[in-house]
């Protein structure tokens, strides 16, 4: 399996909201990336794991929250989300560190309302 | 903290001219950089990357030169086919993080 999966695949939530993006890769990588996409601009890197620990938080808000359950998943807990939190939501994974090739999931497109 | 500049911000081709799209990077601790595609709506996808201690790398119709005493990076396609119309992002990567330029929308006309 050379790929890494999202879901959802679109999210609609209001601002009080709790939801979770789900990422599932099975390629052995250990290190694991979530990044926030807006619409004509480039992935922004927001959390990195290395080996199922919190490496890297690039000052995000804490009504982002990641956790890594194990090797081959990661999650971003969302809560109280503000209308500008709205983008394409990607996960990717490498080998080991960040400058092994990144392979990227399909996104989560999420609308805060 | 690294700052990658990509230019152009659009480019339009004939089929079968080449394409070239440059980037500059600040960080001289930077020493991957790889090359992604993205259609609309799609994910981005590796094209092809470069190490710091190589100065070009080449796949079929598409090629990457790497100058790190002037820390510039560059994209080569030939032959351009309307399916390689996307977004291209370059970017340049340490121990630390990928920053990516802001990319180039390519479309080739047929």
């Known amino acids: 399996d050379t790929e890494v999966t999202q879901t959802p695949k679109h999210l609609v939530m209001g601002m009080t909201n709790k939801k979770s993006l789900k990422c599932e890769q099975h390629?052995?990588?250990?290190?694991m990336y979530w990044y926030k996409q807006k619409a004509k601009k480039p992935p922004e890197l927001m959390f990195v794991?290395?080996?199922?620990?919190?490496?890297i938080n690039e000052s995000v808000p804490s009504r982002f929250s990641p956790e890594c359950p194990n090797s081959s998943l990661l999650n971003l807990h969302l809560h109280a989300l503000q209308p500008e939190d709205s983008a394409l939501y990607l996960c990717?994974?490498?080998?080991?560190?960040?400058?092994?090739?990144?392979?990227f999931g399909p996104g989560t497109r999420l609308t805060v309302l | 903290g690294e700052n990658v500049e990509q230019h152009p911000s659009t480019l339009s081709v004939q089929e079968g001219d080449s394409a070239v799209i440059k980037c500059t990077y600040s960080d001289s601790a930077s020493n991957y950089f790889p090359w992604y595609k993205q259609e609309l709506g799609k994910r981005p996808q590796l094209i092809i990357d470069i190490r710091s201690n190589v100065g070009e790398k080449k796949d079929q119709r598409i090629a990457v030169t790497l100058n790190k005493t002037a820390k510039h990076f560059s994209l080569h396609i030939t032959e351009t086919q309307p399916e390689d119309s996307a977004v291209y992002f370059c970017a340049a990567g340490s121990n630390y993080k990928l920053t990516f330029g802001k990319g180039t929308l390519l479309t080739v006309n047929p």
């Open positions: 794991y290395s080996y199922e620990k919190l490496s």
């Open positions: 990717a994974s490498s080998q080991a560190i960040v400058t092994d090739t990144q392979y």
């Open positions: 390629m052995g990588h250990r290190a």
